[in-house]
């Protein structure tokens, strides 16, 4: 869905002139896995390798009894992006050898291949919060009318979009975005502001304002448009480069809403309640997300996420790729939203998003559909996150 990472303009331009000185055989159960020496491989993740704790699988709660083969799938989706990578080239070159039906062997796999580690806060402690996003489904219409009247945008082609990371390593993951008047670039506009920068940019048109508004946190979405009998996604394309802020935290911080009530859902009946505030709430998030239409090949299939594959359900998650290397696997300890049940499972770290910043954050991707949608707007759990990373081959 990549919602991506985005720093405001000013604070882009002091980080600037801050740096301006100076073949394997078949694995089967009755055959071991082939394992490389014990050293773990820290390439990709040196810059973060004060913030992972090396453990055993044994360290990891409920790992014995995760259903790994329902992995499986988006751990082979990660490797398509990454197994050209020195460290990744070893393990994934072996998983296509690995019985996708067979937990046992997987779980083998990656015990053999990989070595935990549970990931720290910079300022101490292992515990952190998980919060989830899943794909909304809109109603929409390519001509405004009737109950059609709010747009959803393609890119302007007005946005700038600068990547200084050649130049300043420091930036990589961040994008600079602005317009050009006369010889400056300047922040583009914010939410409050935009009509008159992207008027002539709509790409659809869709019959609930607040909706649209969720729809640019999750990143992605689908929309069925009843006068063609079409459902096509809207997938994430760019964005204004103003950062996200919570309109949940406003209400709070307005005493409109107590802390439990600011979920999704929670929000959502307070703009239904406050109609002649909705602009005012909506407003106090300046980030604004444009789109592109992708068609919909199959159904079961995710959206694409910042990694350039589609996510899964359920095992694909969103992280700050400063602090966790994007494409790794990573266990995930955590409870149901609103609940004391366990939730732990290996998981990917697929997808990227704005509101994600720190070591022990995670964004749980739950799906499709509004089920996923009930879910996902109720987590906002404490957890903790182990990073697997690929050993060194002997």
């Given at each position: 869905m990549i919602?991506?990472?985005i720093?405001?303009?000013a604070t882009?331009?002091?980080?600037v002139?801050a740096c301006?000185?100076v ?10 896995v082939?394992?490389p020496?014990?050293t773990?491989?820290?390439?990709t993740s040196?810059?973060?390798s004060?913030?992972y ?9 409920g790992?014995?009894q ?10 082979m ?5 990454i197994?050209?990578k020195p460290?990744?080239?070893e393990?994934?070159?072996i998983?296509r050898?690995?019985d996708a039906?067979d937990?046992?062997v997987?779980r ?7 070595t ?9 402690g292992?515990e952190?919060v ?17 109950i059609?009247q709010?747009?959803?945008y393609?890119?302007?082609?007005d946005?700038?979009?600068?990547d200084?990371s ?12 602005g317009r050009?008047v006369?010889?400056?670039v300047l922040?583009?506009a914010s939410?409050?502001d935009?009509?008159?920068s992207v008027?002539?940019?709509e790409l659809?048109w869709v019959?609930n304002a ?8 999750q990143g992605s ?5 009843a006068e063609?009998?079409e459902?096509?996604r809207?997938a994430y394309?760019d964005?204004?480069?103003?950062p996200?802020?919570s ?5 709070i911080d307005?005493?409109?809403?107590k802390l439990e009530?600011?979920s999704?859902?929670?929000?959502k009946?307070?703009l ?8 005012e709430l909506l407003?106090?998030?300046p980030?604004?997300v444009f789109f592109?239409?992708?068609?919909i090949v ?5 959206p694409k996420?910042?990694?350039g594959?589609?996510?899964t359900g359920?095992?694909s998650?969103?992280i ?10 990573v266990?995930l300890?955590?409870t ?8 732990q499972?290996?998981?990917m770290?697929q ?5 994600i910043?720190g070591a022990?954050?995670a ?6 559909g509004?089920?996923a ?6 987590m906002k759990q404490k957890?903790a996150?182990w990073v ?6 002997g």
């Amino acid at each position: 869905m990549i919602r991506s990472r985005i720093l405001p303009l000013a604070t882009i331009l002091g980080l600037v002139a801050a740096c301006s000185t100076v073949p394997p055989e078949k694995i089967s159960v009755r055959q071991p896995v082939p394992a490389p020496s014990a050293t773990t491989q820290l390439s990709t993740s040196d810059k973060w390798s004060a913030l992972y704790k090396p453990v055993s699988f044994s360290d990891l709660p409920g790992w014995q009894q995760d259903q790994l083969t329902e992995l499986w799938p988006a751990f082979m989706a990660s490797c398509s992006a990454i197994k050209n990578k020195p460290e990744w080239k070893e393990p994934c070159s072996i998983a296509r050898d690995v019985d996708a039906k067979d937990n046992t062997v997987i779980r083998r796999f990656f015990e053999a291949f990989f070595t935990p580690h549970q990931i720290v806060n910079a300022e101490g402690g292992a515990e952190g919060v998980v919060t989830g996003y899943y794909e909304p489904l809109l109603r929409g219409s390519r001509q405004r009318g009737g109950i059609f009247q709010t747009p959803l945008y393609r890119t302007p082609p007005d946005l700038l979009t600068i990547d200084l990371s050649s130049v300043y390593p420091d930036l990589k993951n961040m994008r600079l975005r602005g317009r050009l008047v006369g010889s400056k670039v300047l922040p583009y506009a914010s939410r409050a502001d935009m009509l008159p920068s992207v008027a002539g940019n709509e790409l659809l048109w869709v019959d609930n304002a607040i909706d649209a508004f969720f729809l640019q946190i999750q990143g992605s979405g689908r929309v069925y448009m009843a006068e063609s009998n079409e459902t096509v996604r809207l997938a994430y394309a760019d964005q204004n480069g103003h950062p996200y802020k919570s309109i949940g935290r406003y209400l709070i911080d307005k005493g409109e809403l107590k802390l439990e009530q600011a979920s999704a859902q929670g929000i959502k009946e307070w703009l239904v309640n406050n109609p002649a505030r909705q602009d005012e709430l909506l407003n106090t998030n300046p980030s604004v997300v444009f789109f592109k239409e992708e068609k919909i090949v199959n159904p079961a299939i995710g959206p694409k996420g910042a990694l350039g594959v589609p996510l899964t359900g359920q095992r694909s998650i969103a992280i700050d790729p400063q602090h966790v290397p994007l494409g790794a696997p990573v266990f995930l300890s955590t409870t149901q939203p609103n609940s004391s049940s366990v939730l732990q499972r290996l998981v990917m770290a697929q997808d990227t998003g704005g509101a994600i910043r720190g070591a022990v954050r995670a964004d749980f991707f739950w799906g499709f559909g509004s089920i996923a949608g009930e879910f996902a707007g109720r987590m906002k759990q404490k957890g903790a996150l182990w990073v697997l990373l690929p050993k060194s081959p002997g």
